[in-house]
């Protein structure tokens, strides 16, 4: 501190650290700060995406007013900002990809068998392939036949719409939406009109299927399941 003149000085003449009882703290030359950097995972999988690696968020700063971090890849002293992640400080111009090398301060990042990604990267070298485009799979990604799909690229046969999460039906190794199945391969009721649903009863005449309650006299409405009967223009008589 610099020596106190017999003469008191006015305070605009006083030096800022004598004005300021919190200068020495502030201006400290170790004194850090952590900047803490927004960690986001990729789009919502549909419906579960099977990643094995965390996107890692940003950690405290370290506890005690007199550490100094050191940098985990440089093994330096850290003078000013700094990142922490993985459980280690970093400049932050040294956290970057480890295949594009591009500076990881600001987005996310992902951490494989102890490489650390930048999301492209991680995506481009991890991600799964469409089975049809055979792109890779860098957002929503849909399982279904046992294989990983664009959502755009798994659709409906029929109407080309994407299935997503609803029921489909396989017919000659091609998917269709329940509507589209129904209408071009449900089975309906010659008598009624409606689809012979499963475990519905039916039966077999004149070329069409029919429900057992619907197969009946086209003049009388008599039943004629199990019984001698006459056809005229495919409909029933007794």
């Known amino acids: 501190a610099p020596r106190t003149p ?3 000085p006015s305070p605009t003449s006083r030096p800022p650290w004598a004005v300021d009882p919190s200068f020495a703290e502030r201006y400290a030359p170790d004194k850090t700060s952590t900047v803490v950097s927004k960690h986001s995972q990729p789009a919502t999988p549909t419906p579960m995406q099977n990643r094995s690696s965390i996107v890692q968020a940003a950690q405290q700063a370290p506890e005690g007013p007199g550490r100094t971090p050191l940098c985990y890849k440089c093994n330096k002293v850290i003078r000013g900002r700094y990142l922490v992640a993985l459980g280690h400080y970093y400049h932050p111009e040294e956290f970057t990809c480890c295949q594009c090398r591009k500076v990881l301060d600001e987005g996310g990042f992902f951490e494989e068998k ?3 990604f930048c999301p492209k990267c991680y995506d481009t070298r991890y991600a799964p392939s469409c089975a049809k485009c055979k792109k890779k799979i ?7 036949l046992k294989m990983t799909w664009h959502v755009q690229c798994f659709t409906c046969n029929a109407c080309k719409t994407p299935i997503r999460n609803r029921a489909f039906y396989m017919e000659e190794g091609q998917p269709y939406c329940e509507r589209d199945y129904e209408k071009m391969f449900g ?27 619907c197969f009946v006299c086209a003049i009388c409405q008599t039943n004629l399941e199990g019984k001698t009967f006459y056809s005229k223009k495919d409909k029933p008589l007794c």
């Open 6 to 8: 017999s003469a008191t």
């Open 114 to 116: 102890g490489s650390i």
């Open 138 to 144: 860098t957002g929503e990604v849909m399982h279904a």
């Open 187 to 213: 089975t309906k009721c010659r008598g009624c009109d409606f689809k012979i649903d499963a475990g519905d009863r039916f039966l077999e005449a004149l070329g069409f299927s029919w429900h057992d309650t």
